[in-house]
């Protein structure tokens, strides 16, 4: 009888003891989950802890295996990856809070209007803005300073077009720089009309300016960046690559990152100035969970918008204007040998087809077999038909798909009927590279990946304009336009074993939407609401 009491007892032990279940952090349930794996898979749940995805499979065997801190039940929401914006100017999206917000004016009248409700709010010493563009004016010439200087003759004004390669300055602000009709300069344009200023700086005579502008204290850049993140955790965005930075802002960064005030992840591309590339260059990468510097960006041209992007022949509605290289090509082709001598990675603006030439023959003549570097091409926007073979997994169209369905009013305008056809051609680019890296350029476009990922699929814009689409045989599937904005978006920054989907060992990064945007009808899209963003398991933002 004892001994049946004991054995008993035993097996109660036993039982219990193998019952006893692990601890996790968090459970996500009743999901409706994208996991973006090799597959391309699906699951209803999944499981955090210390940060990362612990397991993925039915919230029955999970519910099973662990005991949960916290739960989440889905309700049937669509989940995926975090998502990742793979070219963007975050530093600038904060700062743009802090100066005059043009973007959406419909005529000049209006930024002038918008300019002295600022200045009557906030008296400043030097007025700054950003966002206008005078292709969604009725009168589509470039603005001139008269008006300025007039209502300010005492104030620097300086306002930059939406797409950052030109600014127009007042009088006081050209004083204020030294700039004359006298001025030397290489790359880009200081306007003239009947031998005067018209106030219309292009590419890098605004350097000028900016040199006047930047004494910005450290309080004002570090609530900048922080207005930035709660914008990008508002729409789902967990990584962002931003597209040139100096160190100061990349110090900045890393130690907001261990005060734990900056949370979302930062991919730093490091500007290419003498300073930076010499700081930088010689020693190896940083890495952090939070903050990835192992890059350089290379500015090749300007912007088509502004025709500064260099073109191998003359702009269709501007003869005699090829646009321009913003450096000489002997310094852009030494400072890409220095970059491959060294283990970062080269990110170069380029959007005319002269500008892509010069940049995909250089990489190829430097890079090996392989995919080690991964350099890449930042917008790749117009390709020459010969030119597109040099793409590939080490040399990657990095492209922000809303600027086709921005420029499609005006874009053949300027390229004419033959060269558009390699123009925004991110269906060829894909077909070439194997993978093409999906971002939106903000502030020069609106940051809402919904809107990219519309323009990449549905290539039209809200007003379902064009009826078939623009260029719609260059549209990309919804499935490789997801990718482009995770999985893709991380190989592009050596970051794919880490994130970019859903499983076990990477990063839990994540973002519950409202609607499955890979379902539902393609123009619903752009109206899609986050409801939950989370970055390592951590709900970072709330709907």
Known sequence: MNRIFTFLILSTLIASCGSKKEQADLLVFNANIYTVDEQFGKAEAFAVKDGKFLEIASSEVLKDKYEFAEEIDADGKPVYPGLIDAHAHFYGLGMQQQRVDLTGTKS???????????????????????????????????????????????????????????????????????????????????????????????????????????????????????????????????TVDDAGIDRQVIELIDSLNNS?????????????????????????????DRLNVRSVKFYGDGAL?????????????????????????SEFRETAARIAKSEYQMN?????????????????????EGEKRRWRVEHSQVIDSADFKHFSKNIIPSVQPTHATSDMYWAEDRLGENRIKGAYAYKKLLDQ?????????????????????????GRQDTENFPENGFMKDQALTREETLKGMTIWAAYSNFEEEEKGSIEVGKFADFVILDRDIMEVEIDSVPDTKVISTFVNGEQVYKN
């Not at 603006?349 to 890079?367: E, M």
């Open 305 to 329: 918008g502004s025709r500064g992007a260099a073109l191998k022949e003359e702009y269709s509605d501007r003869p005699d204007h090829f646009g321009a290289l913003l450096s000489p090509v």
């Open 433 to 457: 590279a194997g993978i093409v890296a999906l971002g939106t350029d903000f502030p020069v476009e609106q940051v809402n990946p919904f809107l990219t990922f519309y323009a990449s699929v």
């Open 348 to 368: 170069t603006h380029a959007i005319g087809d002269s500008a892509n030439y010069l940049v995909l023959k250089t990489y190829d003549s430097l890079l090996g």
């Open 108 to 238: 000049f009248e209006e930024v002038v209007t918008r300019i002295v409700e600022f200045q009557q709010k906030n008296t400043v010493e030097f007025i700054t803005g950003r966002g206008w563009d005078q292709n969604d004016w009725e009168i589509k010439d470039f603005p001139v300073k008269d008006t300025l200087d007039d209502l300010f003759p005492d104030t620097p004004v300086a306002l930059t077009r939406i797409d950052g390669h030109a600014m127009l300055v007042n009088q006081a602000a050209l004083d204020k720089a030294n700039i004359t009709t006298e001025t030397k300069f290489e790359g880009g344009d200081i306007e003239q009309k009947d031998g005067k200023l018209t106030g219309i700086l292009v590419d890098n005579p605004m350097m000028l300016i900016e040199k006047i502008t930047d004494d910005v204290d450290l309080r004002t850049q570090a609530k900048a960046l922080l207005a930035a993140q709660e914008i990008c955790f508002s729409y789902g965005l967990t």
């Open 260 to 288: 734990d005030k900056l949370k979302i992840r930062l991919y730093a591309m490091i500007s290419n100035t003498k300073e930076d590339l010499d700081f930088y260059l010689d020693k190896k990468p940083f890495k952090t």
